[in-house]
């Protein structure tokens, strides 16, 4: 960003703070550093879209915390621990758990959250990660291999 998209001033500072946030339901939230960039001219506050997709990770981690559900931190461990053991693939993990395409990168960017389901199968296999070998044995006869 060269220039102030509201009012086209060149004076932008980058700028990290807490942004507080009212939820319907957990009334107000604060998200800590925030990143932006500020024109001091205007002094509306911007982000990039890399900037944004922080936002909603930050976001739905507090959102999490409140829930009592895995933050993306810790499901990025649990993946990370799993592909390293089993030497299997994102995608390949997926299908053995039967979630949906792309949902480990989804609930780790924070676009989505996962469900208590998904959320009590990851803590399982974090526990004991001899489960997916216990899931794959389960499902051999009765789906065909994806
Ligand atoms: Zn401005």
């Not at 949902?103 to 199968?121: A, E, L, P």
Request: proline content about 3%; charged content about 35%; glycine content about 4%.
């Amino acid at each position: 960003m060269k220039n102030c998209p509201n009012c086209d001033s060149k004076e932008l500072k980058k700028v990290k703070r807490d942004v507080s946030l009212n939820h319907p339901e957990y009334g107000e939230l604060v998200l800590k550093d925030i990143a932006g960039t500020e024109c001091q001219n205007c002094k509306e506050v911007f982000m990039s879209p890399k900037e944004n997709i922080e936002y909603t990770r930050q976001l739905t981690d507090v959102l999490r915390e409140r829930e009592n559900l895995l933050t993306s931190e810790e499901i990025v461990a649990i993946v990370a621990k799993i592909r390293r053991q089993y030497k299997i693939s994102q995608r390949k993990f997926e299908i053995i758990l039967g979630i949906g395409e792309k949902s480990f990168s989804r609930w780790i960017s924070g676009k989505v959250k996962q469900s208590i389901s998904s959320d009590n199968m990851l803590r399982m296999i974090r526990e004991n990660p001899r489960y997916i070998a216990k899931i794959q044995r389960l499902r051999i006869h009765s789906k065909k291999e994806a």
